[in-house]
């Protein structure tokens, strides 16, 4: 599938994986399932992705980017902060606490990678053995469901000051 463009509506039909219980770092996650359509269909919404929580750069620069500068996306009137990647609820949930995202960024786990693949941004690792099931590094601005920017690749594409520096 080719990669989703600026126009495209987010793929609808699709489920997510939510935390319940944000803030509480010493609670296990409560998933929720969420509707790509119902997360992703109104306001403006950033949605950025990592091929895992913990790794070096996610971990490091890409997260943190995005909690740093999150009062400054408010500012320009995104609605909600997104970061998705094929990593289960509960791997995101820790990592969003580990990072206290809580309250700037929120995680939706895309366990499966339906949601990768039906953005044409699966990506195999498995030659790195860190599975054949991943997401690339991307960003995306959304408006009420249609994708005004995508950023994929590099911090200097998807990165949380190269995103704000596109609203």
């Given amino acids: 599938m080719a990669p989703i463009q600026v126009g495209d509506k987010i793929p609808a039909g699709l489920t997510f994986v939510a935390t319940t219980n944000a803030g509480d770092v010493n609670a296990c996650a409560i998933p929720k399932q969420l509707k790509s359509e119902d997360v992703l269909g109104s306001g403006k919404i950033i949605l950025f992705a990592v091929p895992g929580a913990f790794t070096p ?31 289960d609820v509960f791997v995101l949930d820790a990592w969003a606490k580990h990072e ?67 609203l």
């Fill in 57 to 87: 750069t996610c971990h490091l620069q890409h997260l943190p980017g995005y909690v740093k500068h999150a009062d400054a996306f408010k500012a320009k009137g995104v609605s909600n902060i997104y970061v998705t990647s094929t990593n």
């Fill in 100 to 166: 206290k995202a809580d309250g700037k960024v929120s995680v939706l786990a895309d366990g499966n990678g339906e949601f990768a693949k039906a953005a044409g941004m699966h990506l195999d690792l498995s030659g790195n053995k860190m599975g054949a099931n991943r997401t690339k590094r991307y960003a995306l601005i959304i408006e009420n469901g249609v994708v005004t920017y995508v950023g994929e690749g590099d911090l200097d594409m998807s990165g949380a000051e190269a995103v704000l520096a596109k």
